[in-house]
């Protein structure tokens, strides 16, 4: 189950997802659409940190995540998915494999077909999608980001980049969810979350919270300004 924070995400998928099983439409760029007016009816933005580039065909790991762990929907029942999920269940599978042993630029080549680092982090996308909607475990995350560092080590910048995200979109998550009410609070669960997750020094900057707590989950200005205060 989904932590409440991801409520209106939730609703704003199966929104979508209706309409594709509805044959309304099975085109990717249809769909992606349709999650952007979705989640901007809402007044949400998609998973994100700083970038906003391609934020919304991002978001459809998402989408995969709730349509097949969601509401167990298969390709065999519902072909339409296939084309509209291609690229995610490529992703899937080479997280499947990384955790499985394989090397990760070998798994990423094996299912996504070539190895970029964009395919690669499509693959911890995906895999955070997984987690944060209660659909895998987040030790599973650390040990493909972990694997992924250990064997790729050129990207190590990204890498830092990456978790610093994961790290604030949880914390913000925590905000939203009223888990977190003070500063206090919030330094101690970003420096806990970083230990669990083996990744002491990538802990991010209070602006990126507050970016992600504001764009992705809607938390107040005034909410924000207890939490970050600096007294």
Known sequence: MPPPA???????CNEVLAKVLAGRLNRREEVVELLRESYEKRGIEPLRGWSARNLYDKEMAVLYALSKYGLGLSWEDYPQLLEVFGREEAYEKAYRDILAGVHPQAAVKRNVGEFTQEALFRVLRMAVSLVVLGFEPEDNLAKVFHESLRHLAFFRRNFFTFMRFYVALRTAERIANGEIKTRGEKEAFKL???????????????????LVSRSVFKVGGRRLSRIFSSS
């Open 6 to 12: 991801y409520r209106e995400r939730v609703e704003a």
């Open 192 to 210: 806990s979350l970083c230990l669990r997750m083996g990744a002491s020094n990538m802990a991010p900057p209070d602006e990126l919270i507050k």
